[in-house]
């Protein structure tokens, strides 16, 4: 490859009499176009398989260059115009403020900047984008010229980060409850110690023997509720054996309608011919 230029030559009375040419290689040159375009495509491919999209803000024209992939972050055609104004219109109103001081911050502090914050696509849906970006400026004053970053979104990530948190405090409700089930099973054998004790120094017809009675049931059931209790925090073993299922629920129905409140009715429609069953009844009644 080369580049070929030609120039007449004038004689002092405009004529042309001859003519000049010069010849440039532009191998290299070449070479260095092949390659370039090579790293752009693999730039590309990289950024495609990743999920980035580009942008260039060009801070004296105010003019926005977001490539297809950044585009489509915002929820938006490849044809659609989209401006800066755009941009900060679609930020979510409770990130706005702390989103734009960090871009002025990065400005003013002439450093790249890195946040995250949710935007509101067209169709109204929310989603996260993590934004990195850094500025050019001129030679002669620094003045900021443009701001150049990709866009990255992480709507996935943040839906995972809030699972494990729910997660980490279901686990840490678990541990309270069984430390409190632990402490409470203590006392409760305590009480059904002495209360049978008591209903022992008794006389069949000692008309405080119901009260005691009374006391050993009210222990009975409250050790269930621990049982549960330690169940729900997984520190019981699983004791399966054969179990009515119509009766595991019924239980269970009557622990869950105080929960469920006044405003709604919990209706138990059971089989009368449902076979027994093989399973723990704590995990049952979790169920």
Known sequence: PALVSVASILNRQGHVVGFSQRLRDLTEVKRVEEELGRSKEALDLANEAAG???????????????????????????????????WVAAIHPDDLLAAEEVLERAVRERQPFSTEYRIIWPDGSIHWLSVIGRGSYSAHGGR???????????????????????????EAIGRLAGGIAHDLNNMLVAILGF??????????????????????????????????????????????????LNA??????????????????LVLQLSSDVGPIHADPGRVEQI
């Open 52 to 86: 980035l999209g580009t942008w260039d803000h060009n801070l004296i024209t105010g003019e926005l260059h977001c490539d297809p992939r950044a585009k489509a972050l915002f929820g938006l055609a490849v044809e659609a115009p989209f401006s800066f104004r755009a």
């Open 144 to 170: 900021p010229v443009r701001m150049r970053g990709i866009l990255l979104d992480i709507t996935e990530r943040k839906r995972t980060e809030e699972r494990l948190q729910e997660v980490m405090r279901l």
């Open 195 to 244: 209360s049978d004790m008591l209903a022992q120094s008794m006389g069949a017809g000692d008309p405080r023997l119901e009260d005691v009675r009374q006391i050993n049931d009210a222990a009975v059931r409250s050790a269930e509720l621990t049982r549960q209790l330690l169940a729900f925090a997984r520190r019981e073993l699983i004791q399966p054996r054969k179990l009515d």
């Open 248 to 265: 595991v629920a019924r239980y269970a129905g009557g622990m869950l309608r105080p929960v469920l409140g006044e405003n709604v009715s």
